[in-house]
């Protein structure tokens, strides 16, 4: 899901080569059932299927953080996780008819409580990505 997407930014925009895909391209389905299966059976055999979740991921167009108000609506929508990129590219993939499997890494925990002293620190989000390196 892209909030991009609501206020009519697409990647698509423009004019359409149709050697690439249809004008309008259906986006249901976007991520494929099979390769989604053999994600999760390769997780589990590596043992790492506690730590693989599927839910609904919206792009934000960034690069600034979420709101507490976002997020509280974003909630009610159903959204599980948030970033600032991966749509995009899903959106042209499909067009083009490739089959798409994505995973995004969760770096950071939302933060809806306006009272809280707490706030998304990029260097931190950033070291977390780099743990996953070595």
Not at 47 to 69: F, S
Not at 91 to 114: E, M, P, Q
């Amino acid at each position: 899901m892209t909030a991009k997407g609501f206020a009519g930014d697409s990647p698509l925009r423009g004019s359409n080569d149709e050697r690439f895909g249809p004008r309008f391209p259906a986006m249901n389905n976007c991520y494929d059932a099979n390769l989604r299966k053999i994600a999760k059976e390769t997780a589990k055999e590596m043992g790492l299927d506690p730590a693989i979740k599927e839910g609904v991921y919206i792009m934000l167009g960034g690069p600034c953080y979420e709101t507490p108000a976002e997020l509280r609506v974003l909630r009610v929508m159903g959204v599980d996780a948030v970033g600032m990129s991966t749509v995009p590219e899903v959106v042209v993939a499909r067009h083009c008819g490739i089959d798409v499997f994505a995973f995004s890494l969760i770096t950071n925990k939302c933060i809806i409580d306006y009272e809280t002293t707490d706030k998304a620190n990029h260097d931190e989000i950033f070291s977390v990505t780099l743990v996953g390196h070595m």
